[in-house]
């Protein structure tokens, strides 16, 4: 029965993948669609770099961010109210994400192949949260009346066109990307098979989902608890795909998806995970050292990194992982680590005791560590990055800065705070001592940071 009943949705869904890629493909329709513009007669390709020139000239009129995000919201459930029960009770940091989608399109427009790349997996994943192609459509008319309510007077029909052309293309990427998905699930059902406190703010959480969940290791999926439906959080899974899955979580704060797992979760208890996001994975080819950088519960990622790369190390290439923890207490996995390092000679790991203090302690250990005549050059290295979006930025910054390709450095999606509380574990986007980074990952001389800008949005922070 569920086969068909899953066979029934799937065709639903790809017809109607269908119909919105024809309004999508067929000649424009007057930006909005009520007749308030003269409409656009022919359709143009897509010109990416005009339009972000367009988008950029008029922001003044639309930002901050927040006022056009609620009044889009507003727009879109009063006039479809049962769409409320998509989203979370709190909209606070699906705000926050769709202020930085709004960043990412801007700041991509001009890459298409990596705005519809990005967007294509977004499609995927968020077919977990009942989103349907139709969808996008309510949304796209939502944002036009919300552009038009906070420009007022100021706006200009080549702007909305721009924003439009803009929106369009990623939706009809994420339509591409949910419907080229069809074959996999929505999301998995995962029975927690142990539950570990570690100390007063993190537990490691096993879970077997009820049927294979691929990823690769570096990844991370959205999970959600039954506690708090709607509401999902990212989590790395510290281990290679197996039966089960681990994930290492730190409490950040009363009544979070993160309090959930820590506080109220228990063996037999079902979480649901959403497909594997990332692209912070090892190459096919292994052919280069690497470096870790890990702060914190950061050290999953360096764990399911350093346990393909074990079983997948061409002889002589070698791996060092430094470990940022903020007290000597704070060694939550410190016996797994203990006994991956003591059996592979080709793993040094520098533990670091940084309590955010002191500026920049983790980083200037491994810049130390690759300075001087003696010191291990980083620029032949691939890099991996992980940990409180502060690190994040700090580490891109400072190994460009020594001369490491942007390429090279790979790192989690820069978490998404919330506009009112920019700050994820004290570490606040922006403020890590990175010269002129603005919470948008961009510089205010208007230079990317190297390896910000593809990953600026994606995750939430962990609460
Ligand atoms: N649990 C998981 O699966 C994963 C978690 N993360 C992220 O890792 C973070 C871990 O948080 P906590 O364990 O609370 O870490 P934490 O706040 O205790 O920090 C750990 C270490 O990171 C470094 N650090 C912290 N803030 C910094 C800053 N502003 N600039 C430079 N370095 C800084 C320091 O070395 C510090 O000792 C979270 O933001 C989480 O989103 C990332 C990947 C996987």
Same mark, same amino acid.
């Given at each position: 029965?569920?086969?068909?009943?899953?066979?029934?949705?799937?065709?639903?869904?790809?017809?109607?993948?269908?119909?919105?890629? %024809?309004?999508?493909?067929?000649?424009?329709?007057?930006?909005?669609?009520?007749?308030?513009?003269?409409?656009?007669?022919?359709?143009?390709?897509? %010109?990416?770099?005009?339009?972000?020139?367009?988008?950029?000239?008029?922001?003044?009129?639309?930002?901050?961010?927040?006022?056009?995000?609620?009044?889009?919201?507003?727009?879109?459930?009063?006039?479809?109210?049962?769409?409320?029960?998509?989203?979370?009770?709190?909209?606070?940091?699906?705000?926050?994400?769709?202020?930085? =989608?709004?960043?990412?399109?801007?700041?991509?427009?001009?890459?298409?192949?990596?705005?519809?790349?990005?967007?294509?997996?977004?499609?995927?994943?968020?077919?977990?949260?009942?989103?349907?192609?139709?969808?996008?459509?309510?949304?796209?008319?939502?944002?036009?009346?919300?552009?038009?309510?906070?420009?007022?007077?100021?706006?200009?029909?080549?702007?909305?066109?721009?924003?439009?052309?803009?929106?369009?293309?990623?939706?009809?990427?994420?339509?591409?990307?949910?419907?080229? =998905?069809?074959?996999?699930?929505?999301?998995?059902? =995962?029975?927690?098979?142990?539950?570990?406190?570690?100390?007063?703010?993190?537990?490691?959480?096993?879970?077997?989902?009820?049927?294979?969940?691929?990823?690769?290791?570096?990844?991370?999926?959205?999970?959600?608890?039954?506690?708090?439906?709607?509401?999902?959080?990212?989590?790395?899974?510290?281990?290679?795909?197996?039966?089960?899955?681990?994930?290492?979580?730190?409490?950040?704060?009363?009544?979070?998806?993160?309090?959930?797992?820590?506080?109220?979760?228990?063996?037999?208890?079902?979480?649901?995970?959403?497909?594997?996001?990332?692209?912070?994975?090892?190459?096919?080819?292994? %052919?280069?050292?690497?470096?870790?950088?890990?702060?914190?519960?950061?050290?999953?990622?360096?764990?399911?990194?350093?346990?393909?790369?074990?079983?997948?190390?061409?002889?002589?290439?070698?791996?060092?992982?430094?470990?940022?923890?903020?007290?000597?207490?704070?060694?939550?996995?410190?016996?797994?680590?203990?006994?991956?390092?003591?059996?592979?000679?080709?793993?040094?790991?520098?533990?670091?005791?940084?309590?955010?203090?002191?500026?920049?302690?983790?980083?200037?250990?491994?810049?130390?560590?690759?300075?001087?005549?003696?010191?291990?050059?980083?620029?032949?290295?691939?890099?991996?990055?992980?940990?409180?979006?502060?690190?994040?930025?700090?580490?891109?910054?400072?190994?460009?800065?020594?001369?490491?390709?942007?390429?090279?450095?790979?790192?989690?999606?820069?978490?998404?705070?919330?506009?009112?509380?920019?700050?994820?574990?004290?570490?606040?986007?922006?403020?890590?001592?990175?010269?002129?980074?603005?919470?948008?990952?961009?510089?205010?001389?208007?230079?990317?940071?190297?390896?910000?800008?593809?990953?600026?949005?994606?995750?939430?922070?962990?609460?």
């Amino acid at each position: 029965m569920t086969g068909h009943h899953d066979d029934y949705h799937a065709l639903l869904a790809r017809r109607e993948a269908m119909r919105l890629r %024809d309004n999508l493909l067929r000649p424009s329709r007057s930006a909005g669609g009520d007749g308030g513009h003269p409409p656009t007669q022919t359709f143009q390709p897509y %010109d990416g770099l005009a339009d972000q020139e367009a988008i950029t000239r008029s922001l003044a009129a639309v930002t901050p961010f927040n006022t056009l995000i609620d009044r889009l919201y507003e727009a879109m459930f009063s006039h479809h109210p049962y769409l409320r029960q998509l989203f979370p009770d709190s909209m606070e940091f699906q705000q926050a994400h769709l202020e930085q =989608a709004f960043w990412y399109m801007i700041d991509n427009l001009s890459r298409p192949d990596e705005l519809t790349g990005f967007f294509a997996r977004l499609g995927r994943d968020h077919r977990r949260l009942g989103v349907l192609p139709v969808h996008y459509e309510v949304f796209e008319a939502a944002l036009v009346a919300a552009l038009r309510g906070c420009a007022g007077r100021a706006w200009t029909v080549e702007a909305e066109e721009a924003w439009v052309r803009m929106v369009r293309t990623c939706s009809a990427a994420m339509v591409n990307g949910a419907e080229r =998905a069809i074959g996999e699930p929505v999301s998995w059902n =995962a029975t927690v098979t142990e539950h570990e406190r570690r100390g007063p703010d993190v537990a490691v959480v096993r879970v077997r989902p009820g049927e294979p969940y691929p990823f690769r290791a570096g990844q991370y999926a959205r999970v959600e608890s039954p506690l708090m439906p709607h509401t999902w959080r990212p989590y790395t899974p510290a281990c290679v795909p197996g039966e089960e899955l681990e994930f290492h979580v730190r409490r950040t704060g009363a009544g979070g998806v993160s309090d959930a797992l820590v506080t109220h979760t228990r063996v037999g208890d079902e979480l649901r995970l959403g497909p594997a996001q990332g692209r912070a994975t090892l190459d096919e080819q292994l %052919d280069r050292d690497v470096l870790i950088v890990a702060g914190g519960t950061g050290w999953a990622t360096a764990k399911a990194l350093l346990q393909e790369f074990s079983h997948r190390r061409p002889a002589g290439l070698s791996a060092h992982l430094f470990l940022g923890k903020r007290t000597e207490a704070d060694t939550y996995d410190e016996a797994a680590l203990s006994r991956m390092e003591e059996r592979s000679p080709w793993l040094r790991v520098t533990r670091v005791l940084d309590d955010g203090r002191q500026g920049d302690t983790l980083m200037d250990a491994v810049l130390k560590a690759g300075a001087g005549a003696g010191g291990t050059d980083w620029t032949r290295h691939t890099t991996f990055v992980s940990g409180p979006a502060g690190l994040v930025a700090s580490a891109s910054w400072r190994l460009a800065e020594a001369g490491v390709p942007a390429d090279r450095v790979r790192h989690d999606p820069l978490p998404v705070t919330s506009s009112s509380n920019s700050s994820t574990h004290g570490a606040p986007v922006g403020q890590a001592g990175v010269p002129g980074m603005t919470a948008r990952g961009m510089t205010t001389q208007g230079m990317a940071a190297p390896a910000m800008v593809r990953f600026t949005m994606g995750a939430s922070a962990q609460r």
